[in-house]
């Protein structure tokens, strides 16, 4: 099993930057896949960004591209999204999750069904 913790949410002004956190414990070399996921009250769970976990591979939401990044620390077992120009559409609470593919799945690593191993979220709310 694996357990993953999130870190660093907060309120910041839109344009300004937050660094998100998300440390992984217990069984991590079951998983091969991690991701970053955000949701606001009624809408569907959106994928943010995604890391395979081997090669460093990155695959990021239209959305995001150019402005968050995802990045991994292994020898913490801590994955980071790092957000910059933040806008107020990005307010929502932020999901880190894990799991393994059986395949690099490219931008398929940013659906939520294929993980299964979720945290406890970390809200970001980004004002005008």
């Known amino acids: 099993r694996v357990q993953l913790e999130e870190s660093g949410g907060g309120s910041v002004q839109a344009g300004g930057s937050l660094r998100l956190s998300c440390a992984a414990s217990g069984d991590t070399y079951s998983t091969n896949s991690m991701g970053w996921f955000r949701q606001t009250l009624g809408k569907a769970r959106e994928g943010v960004a995604s890391?395979?976990?081997?090669?460093?591979?990155?695959v990021y939401a239209d959305s995001v591209k150019g402005r968050f990044t995802i990045s991994q620390d292994n020898n913490k077992n801590t994955v980071y999204l790092q957000m910059n120009s933040l806008k107020p559409e990005d307010t929502a609470m932020y999901y880190c999750?894990?799991?393994?593919?059986?395949?690099?799945?490219?931008?398929?690593?940013?659906?939520?069904?294929?993980?299964?191993?979720w945290g406890q979220g970390t809200q970001v709310t980004v004002s005008s």
């Open positions: 999750a894990a799991t393994r593919l059986a395949t690099y799945a490219g931008v398929r690593s940013l659906d939520d069904f294929r993980y299964n191993y």
């Open positions: 890391i395979w976990t081997g090669s460093g591979d990155t």
